[in-house]
Structure formats: C-alpha cells, structure tokens
C-alpha cells in the first residue's frame, strides 16, 4: 500500500468517523465516486487503520445471546444484564424484558398461553397496556384454591387480558389432583377440555422454569411437601415446568405427580409454535439445562449470570 493511498484512507476514514460526514458528502469533497469511497473505508477496517469499538455494556449481552442461540439450538435469546436490576429484583428485570419482548413478538398472533408462577406474575404485571381485543389468553394449567391465588395461571390470564383488552378462557380445575383417576375425570369434563384444547393450540406460550430442590415455589405455596421433594430427587427430577417434573435429558421422570396434573401436557407444549421460558437465578441451572435438553424452549429471556453459566456449560465440554 502506497503512501498517498494509506493517506487518502486516513483522510476519508477521519470525515466519515470524527467528523460524521457521508460518503456522499466525502464523495464530492474528494471528487471520487462513492464506491470508491466505500472500498476505502472498507480497506481502513481490513488493514488495522481503523478499529471500530462499540462502547455499551449490553455488547457483552449480545455476544451471550448469540452463544445460547447456537449452543442451545434456541429461535432467540434475551439476556439481561445485572446492572438492570438497579432499585428493582433481578426477577422483575428479567420479566420486564419478556413482557417487552413478547409485547413486540405477539402483534401478529391471536392466542397466547400462560403458565403459572412468581416470575410468570412479574411478567405479566410488566406487560403493557394496549388495545388487542382480537387476542384470547389461555390459561395452561389448573389452579383453584385459596393460597398464593395471584400466581396461579387463571389469575394471571385474567389480568393480563385486562391489560390487552383481550378475552381469556378460565381452567376450573385443581393443577395437581389426589390421583391420576381423579385427573382423569376432570379431563373428561366438557369445559374442562375445551380450554386445554385451546391451550395446545395456542400460537405463544408464556412459562416459567422452576428448581424443586431450591427456593421452590411449589413448596412455598403448599404443593410439595418435604417428602414428596426428596422422592423427586430420587426419580431423577432436575426442574418443572407447569408442575410437571422432567430431568437432566429433559425427559418427564417417572413419578406420581406428574399423572395429577391438569394442564396441556409436555408433548403438547412442544408443538406450540413459540415457547418463551423466563428464569432468573444460578440455582435454576439444572433446571435451565434439562429443559432446554427438551426442545420445548424457543426463547429463553434470562439474567447475565445464569447466562454465562450455561455458555461455560457448553464451552468446558
């Protein structure tokens, strides 16, 4: 590369980076084509001559979205930086991010499915306001009963439906039954079925991804009791989604629980066209693992730290 060349990059590289002009502009003051002026700039980035730096802390975020995208065969990732937690719960960031998402991605469907759960509220509760009367929310699973009724996946489509001015189907069922004979009766049930049918049948689905063994909601609520948490851990149960437990390979465990529950079932969520799974937290790594080893996911919204840990799961293989 000769001197006058090198001189000429530097010279249109210094009008189009510092001083904002466009190579339209930088055409004429030059009095050379824009093609040329493009190659130019083109072959100050290639030699060294300009190193273009993108000074924003989400960078590192986008670089992880993109690693889960390909490590975990995922349609999108969306990865919450720590620093949005400021003044709020990393849960909260992290849900806001998925209303956000969902609020954008849900503009050309007309049924959406919602789970159940802590991070399922947040999320909801950070849902715009906005005119969708052509939308139908459908609850995913049962849940009747007088505890924690804020969670429970009928209370949430409702509110969120409020919040789209949408119509929402209700599940008058119990998510978790005496016995899979009872399960089974309620499933027969006219109503009942109708709106699990409309649930495997919705276009989006709104979950949440829990840790049996730890900081579990289903204990906190009353679901799960100590003894039946320790026979999960026997059977294998690395998470749950919809009070349904899987494992590590993302396959259901073999245990009772998983025949009392009234919800669209496993195999069903899998066809739902897009799955959004929001998890926040380093304890839900198992779970994040086995459910993303499911294919059930499509999208993962999820914080910084869970999000470098199962990049680093990937990359010490």
């Keep these: 590369m000769g001197q006058n060349e090198q001189k000429l990059m530097v010279r249109t590289a210094t009008l189009y980076y510092h001083e904002g002009w466009t190579q339209a502009q930088i055409s004429k003051k030059i009095g050379m084509s824009r093609p040329i002026i493009s190659r130019l700039l083109q072959k100050a980035k290639d030699t060294g001559i300009v190193e273009v730096f993108i000074k924003d802390e989400t960078v590192h975020t986008v670089a992880l979205e993109q690693q889960l995208e390909k490590f975990y065969d995922l349609d999108e990732a969306v990865v919450v930086p720590t620093s949005h937690a400021q003044g709020h719960t990393m849960k909260s960031a992290v849900a806001s991010a998925a209303a956000y998402y969902a609020a954008k991605k849900a503009r050309n469907i007309s049924r959406l499915g919602i789970s159940w759960g802590t991070t399922v509220s947040e999320f909801v509760k950070s849902y715009p306001y906005e005119n969708r009367t052509d939308m139908h929310i459908v609850p995913l699973e049962g849940g009747m009963g007088r505890e924690s009724i804020d969670i429970h996946a009928n209370h949430l489509a409702y509110e969120l439906a409020k919040k789209m001015q949408a119509s929402c189907s209700y599940l008058y069922a119990p998510a978790i039954v005496d016995s899979e004979e009872v399960k089974n009766h309620f499933m027969e049930i006219s109503d009942i079925k109708t709106v699990l049918q409309e649930g495997a049948q919705t276009e989006m689905a709104i ?41 590590d390979n993302g396959e259901l465990v073999d245990h009772p629980f998983n025949e009392r529950v009234v919800g669209v079932d496993f195999e069903q969520l899998k066809e739902i066209p897009t799955v959004v799974a929001i998890a926040d937290g380093t304890h839900k790594l198992r779970s994040l693992r086995g459910i993303l080893a499911s294919r059930i996911v499509d999208v993962l919204v999820i914080d910084e730290h869970s999000a470098v840990q199962l990049v680093k799961t990937k990359t010490n293989v």
Aim: glycine share 14%; net charge negative.
């Design 207 to 247: 979950i949440g991804v829990g840790n049996p063994h730890e900081d579990s909601t289903l204990e906190k609520v009353g679901y799960l009791q100590a003894e039946d948490a320790a026979s999960l851990r026997e059977a294998g149960a690395a998470g749950d989604v919809g009070f349904r437990f899987f494992n």
